[in-house]
């Protein structure tokens, strides 16, 4: 459990050979390709790239479009099962589920679909026409839609509306207001003719020709609107018309939809081909920064010094002509950070990851913060049922569920988390919060002081552990004379306090008081005398020395965040209580009572667990990240990434 060493791998070799040795450097796992810096030349041709980030466009396109297809077909099931079952017979049940998560794959399925691109690039090519006609269905049947919107006010009206206008002697117009406001046409004659309209009030008009610009005038003040449609049609006839065009296109959008849908069979393949064409793209990414001539390249990276010999031992058996070194890294360069734990361990890498990936050189956190994260999320939760439930729960879904390498290691997590609730459970008494259970050492909501203690003890623990590490990084360091001063006074400090503390609990004999009270003193003292020896000048240390000592406030705060620890820990018991005692009021009902109870707490003691898990997740990150890091460790490394490892829908067995 610890940061593997990394070694610079230099491979020289012929052009001819590049793909193959590519291949092999990208299957070994173990490879972090870097720039080549030294007598680089451009001779590289950027058009394959170029191409290839269009033959991945082109396959995402045609995966997002099935998706579409397969939310819109469900969407029109769906619909259709609301009218009966004779709609929903139009829409046959479909293999058409999105997976989810990144499928386990081997490199021959990989290369076998590599195989197929051709075949699957016709695919697209046929789900794009798809698309684009189903696009063009879509905006036929919006027109004809806007077109039936349009005539729908009118749809009452019995004659053409080619007879509208202007005749020898008289004009016929047809007026629509959406309220139905009183029309003044004045002193001269004006025939009008109501006629039904849902959305408003339709008038038929009929005036002599001369007094047409009066009654246009009057309509207009009244806030009519004319219609304008000319048609040798019927409004009904119209509507007909446009309903048939509408269908059509529907049917069309439908049968075009099916077709997509019946490329279902290669949705698996494409999400496959477009990380077939992702790797396309990094490898080609990769080259494009190598050393290069006409004949020959120069690829270069990070590689486990671990793995170094087994990885260039894949390349000799693809070809011998290669010059290669292995080189440890020199001054100034940057390894990535690649960390080496067990099952155990694992997990807890993400939780430092949140905070920052631990730099190359540095101790590796993990092994120390996961006990504490380990202890920490049982006393938080302290439940032994709610432990079981996170155990067996976890358990399942790790075994039965294929997850994605992150998910898995936050279950993982949580999983080992309630193994640590039960032992907390165990030893203060708690499951599901039932009282009167027996606990092995005392009951938190008992003796509520002795909980604070303990979870004060365990911070202390943990503050010390952290100096420990910042000693012992000082001393990686070279700098023993700072590991020492830097955290034997605190290590002082709270020996003393113990002392103190001892005495006062277990009524000890006063030499105890005398030898804690003598190590604090002599904590301050040494805090005093050193924390400002790297200032100059004498008054620079001085102050530096008082600066010292009023950082113990800071450390006072760190010690009282683990009150946190009793706070969690003591809330979801209570909480888990008072819903107890709701449930059993139904108890004393004869027989339907216990099945109410139950039906209540069930819920209840379920949203009590979830809050709990959350708690004691986001408390336990804080105190690893504020208290316990914040003592030794400064991060800022970036992870290993090997390449062939960035793949968007598969990862390999």
Known sequence: MAIAKMSRLRILGLKSDKNAIMNELIESGAFEAVPSVSGK????????????????????????????????????RFAAAKKGNAALAEFPETEIKKSGGRKIIGYDDFYDVAAKEYELGAVCDELEKLSFARVEYKSAIQKSKNKVKAIEPYSAFPLKFSQLGDGESVSVMLAFHPSGAAVSFGDYPAFTEKYPCASGSLTGVIVRLCDKEKAVAALSSAGYSLCALTDNSTAEQLLGSYGEEIRAAETKSKEALLRALGYRKYYSDLKILYDVIGRDIEKTSAELEFSSTQSTFIAEGWVPSDAAESVLERIKSKTERIVASVEKPADGDSPPTLIVSNKIVKPYEDVTNMYSVPAYNEIDPNPFMAVFFFVFFGIMIGDAGYGIILSIVAGLVLKFVKLEKGTARLVALVAM????????????????????????????????????????????????????????????EHKPLDAILDSAFIFLLFGGLACLALYMLLNLSKTVMTVGLGLMIASLAGILLTAGRHNKGVLSKIMGGFSGLYGLVNLLSDVLSYARLFGLGLASGAIGMAFNTLGSMFFSIPIAGYAIGIIILVPLHAFNLGIGVLGAYVHNARLQFLEFYGKFYEGGGRPFSPMGEKTKYVRFS
Not at 445 to 473: C, D, F, H, R, W
Request: hydrophobic share 50%; charged share 20%.
């Open 41 to 76: 030349e451009n001779f590289a041709d950027r058009s394959h790239l170029e191409k290839a980030f269009a033959r991945q466009a082109k396959v995402a396109f045609a995966i997002e479009f099935l998706d579409k297809c397969a939310d819109e077909y469900e969407s029109m």
């Open 417 to 476: 988390g309630g193994v640590s609730a039960i032992i907390w459970g165990a030893l203060f008494g708690g499951l599901f919060s039932i009282s009167g259970i027996p606990h092995l050492w005392f009951n938190p909501t008992e003796e509520p002081l002795m909980m604070l203690g303990v979870s004060i003890v365990l911070g202390v623990v943990q503050l010390l552990t952290g100096y420990a590490l910042n000693s012992a990084k000082k001393f990686r």
